[in-house]
């Protein structure tokens, strides 16, 4: 498959451009925000279908990602995003969300016989990372001098919901277990549903010089795929090359960095193609070798 037909593929399964989605109305996401919709889906079922060794790992990381939520909306909470009616809103229904996503997938690891992931929970009793209390810290800071800062964490939001948009997307496109795919689906819609949110947000925060340069410089500095911060390198390497590392994982790339490229100010962005990319790269020298189930119908 070319890359051309693989980017017209994205974009046929994506429907319409990311960057037309309508504006967010925030009291129609706190109505609509409820526990992950699991009707008509057995997750006990799963355990009636293998999962590969290199899905599990996937999955394992994926929970985490989930559960770790708890502490992206705390260090939040302590800026002014607080004082943000809207984001404050959005932030708490986002947290209690996302721990529906990571409910789900750790049941269907036990469904399929493997252990959950503890990473998570055993990181809830631990003193925080000091990168992760400066990066808390530098947040505050920044949202003391300048309201602006809120530019930043919508815009940071956005890269991350989208690319969680497509991670589950393919989790479900690559995996040879029916619930588990269903599952994915199911959970790409909340995802949308939060990068809808954090998306609008930028595009009407990032107005001024101050804020585009605040989220550009930040983000440039700073910036790494979630989940980032919780897990050892390799582990996140080993699930973008899980994900991605195909025609159709790069088109998907792509389609992130340049439906973020298109907030303003933000033109310049490929972070999460050459982060993939160069992770990919290290998951190949290393001689790790990744396995992908064949899908189901194909
Ligand atoms: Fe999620
Ligand atoms: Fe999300």
């Known amino acids: 498959m070319t890359q051309t037909v693989a980017a017209q593929t994205v974009t046929e399964r994506a429907g319409k451009p990311f960057e037309e989605v309508q504006p967010f109305n925030i009291d129609k996401f706190l109505a609509a925000s409820k526990p992950l919709d699991l009707s008509g889906i057995n997750l006990d079922d799963a355990g009636k279908h293998p999962l590969s060794l290199s899905e599990v790992k996937v999955l394992r990381y994926m929970q985490d990602t989930e559960f770790y939520t708890v502490h992206y909306m705390k260090a939040l909470m302590e800026t002014s995003a607080l004082a943000d009616n809207e984001c404050r809103a959005f932030l708490v229904c986002w947290g209690y969300e996302e721990c529906f996503h990571g409910r789900a997938l750790a049941r269907i690891l036990e469904s399929c016989g493997h252990e959950a992931s503890k990473r998570s929970l055993d990181e809830f009793t631990r003193p925080r990372k000091l990168t992760e209390v400066l990066q808390d810290a530098g947040g505050r800071l920044l949202s003391m001098i300048s309201s602006d800062f809120i530019a930043v ?4 939001g956005a890269i991350n919901e989208l690319t ?4 589950y997307t393919r989790l479900a496109e690559l995996s040879a ?6 599952v994915c689906r ?3 819609k909340d995802e949308r549903r939060h990068f809808a949110f954090y998306y609008q947000q930028a595009k009407r925060r990032l107005t001024n010089r101050l804020a585009q340069r605040m989220a550009a410089g930040a983000i440039k500095a700073l910036w790494e795929p979630v989940g980032g911060s919780m897990a050892p390198r390799e582990e996140r390497d080993f699930v973008g090359a899980y994900l991605f590392d195909d025609a159709d994982g790069h088109a998907r790339l792509r389609e ?3 439906t973020i490229g298109k907030l303003p100010a933000m033109g310049w962005f490929n972070m999460v193609s050459s982060d993939v990319i160069a992770g990919t790269e290290r998951i190949r020298r290393a001689g790790v070798h990744v396995d992908r189930p064949v899908p189901c119908g194909a």
Not at 153 to 156: D, E, F, L, R
Not at 164 to 167: F, L
Not at 177 to 182: E, F, I, S, T
Request: hydrophobic fraction near 60%; charge should be neutral.
């Open 153 to 156: 964490h919508n815009t940071w």
């Open 164 to 167: 969680a948009v497509h991670a």
């Open 177 to 182: 277990n029916p619930v588990l795919a269903a």
């Open 186 to 188: 199911r959970i790409v």
């Open 256 to 258: 992130i960095d340049a």
